[in-house]
T-cell receptor
Framework: ELKVEQNPLFLSMQEGKNYTIYCNYS?????LYWYRQDPGKSLESLFV?????AVKQEGRLMASLDTKARLSTLHITAAVHDLSATYFC???????????FGKGTLLTVNP | EAEVAQSPRYKITEKSQAVAFWCDPI?????LYWYRQILGQGPELLVQ????????DSQLPKDRFSAERLKGVDSTLKIQPAELGDSAMYLC?????????????????FGPGTRLTVL
């Protein structure tokens, strides 16, 4: 059974600082997704990572994938308040490419 | 921009009552998913359709939950009878589907969700 672990689960940071969210998964997978969820809202797709060493960047967010270590990171550069949200990683696996989500990281960026 | 539509957005019901949720995926998306998200947790897949066929319902509590996608387009998820523990956000998502499998076509797009409260 595929398991996905994120850490930290809660992250409070100051504007302008950098930080990294980690996503570990338990079995081989061919793709990994990062989603953002604002309170009471649905999930917004941020990145899809396909191969070992893949790196994608959008604004202040950069995601990377190490398939050998079964690890993905979401790096936040110079955080701003608008980045406050819950971030989920999700890993695709199994014959039907089912997505298994982590528990999410609640990010709060303080002025 | 095309979106996944869901209704109702909010539903309050009493336990033992029946509830139903509706989802209309993005046009042309062959794969449709229903997820349940408990507060503070990640979404958990309940059922996955490829066109009108169920391809995964291993986590669907079949004694009280049912899902259908009769014409391979929109879908309905039903709970009967509802229990207190069913209170959650029910999310629908769609993707182009695995016969076109690629990074962009596999990406799941989520609807706004239905917030269910069972009293």
């Amino acid at each position: 059974e595929l398991k996905v672990e994120q850490n930290p689960l809660f992250l409070s940071m100051q504007e302008g600082k950098n930080y990294t969210i980690y996503c570990n998964y338990s079995t081989t997978s061919d793709r990994l997704y990062w989603y953002r969820q604002d309170p009471g809202k649905s999930l917004e797709s941020l990145f899809v990572l396909l191969s070992n060493g893949a790196v994608k960047q959008e604004g202040r967010l950069m995601a990377s994938l190490d398939t050998k270590a079964r690890l993905s990171t979401l790096h936040i550069t110079a955080a701003v308040h608008d980045l406050s949200a819950t971030y989920f990683c999700a890993v695709s696996g199994g014959s039907n490419y089912k997505l298994t989500f982590g528990k999410g990281t609640l990010l709060t960026v303080n002025p | 921009e095309a979106e996944v539509a869901q209704s109702p957005r909010y539903k309050i019901t009493e336990k033992s009552q029946a509830v139903a949720f509706w989802c209309d995926p993005i046009s042309g998306h062959a794969t449709l998913y229903w997820y349940r998200q408990i507060l503070g947790q990640g979404p958990e897949l309940l059922v996955q359709f490829q066109d009108e066929s169920v391809v995964d319902d291993s986590q669907l509590p079949k004694d009280r939950f049912s899902a259908e996608r009769l014409k391979g387009v929109d879908s309905t998820l039903k709970i009967q009878p509802a229990e207190l523990g069913d209170s959650a956000m029910y999310l629908c998502a769609s993707s182009l589907g695995d016969r076109f499998r690629s990074a962009s076509t596999d990406t799941q797009y989520f609807g706004p969700g239905t917030r269910l409260t069972v009293l």
